[in-house]
């Protein structure tokens, strides 16, 4: 069983960045593609960023060229870091891990971008 724990969110200032991390628990993070999925109030999930356990990555078109998605399997840790926030990047940033048929999410960090 993997358990994701997610931190670094806070509020922060149009312009900032912030560095989200996610640790996981448990065997085989190697195995598992990385996701970094977000939730804005009243919108759907929506999938931000991944990696997958070779090291390619994924970028939403929104975030492109903002946010970087990388991973430590070392410390069994994927990192999210966005820069230039904006007003529309404020949402609940969830950890996801998949591998085949085995899913598992973490509770979510809350970023907030407000002046």
């Known amino acids: 069983q993997v358990q994701l724990v997610e931190s670094g969110g806070g509020l922060v200032q149009p312009g900032g960045s912030l560095r989200l991390s996610c640790a996981a628990s448990?065997?085989?993070?190697?195995?598992?593609?990385m996701n970094w999925y977000r939730q804005a109030p009243g919108k759907q999930r929506e999938l931000v960023a991944a990696?997958?356990?070779?090291?390619?990555?994924a970028l939403a078109d929104s975030v492109k060229g903002r946010f970087t998605i990388s991973r430590d399997d070392a410390k069994n840790t994927v990192y999210l870091q966005m820069n230039s926030l904006k007003p529309e990047d404020t949402a609940v940033y969830y950890c996801?891990?998949?591998?085949?048929?085995?899913?598992?999410w973490g509770k979510g960090t809350l970023v907030t971008v407000s002046s």
């Open positions: 990696i997958t356990n070779s090291g390619s990555t």
């Open positions: 996801n891990a998949r591998a085949g048929l085995m899913e598992h």
């Open positions: 448990g065997s085989a993070f190697g195995l598992y593609v």
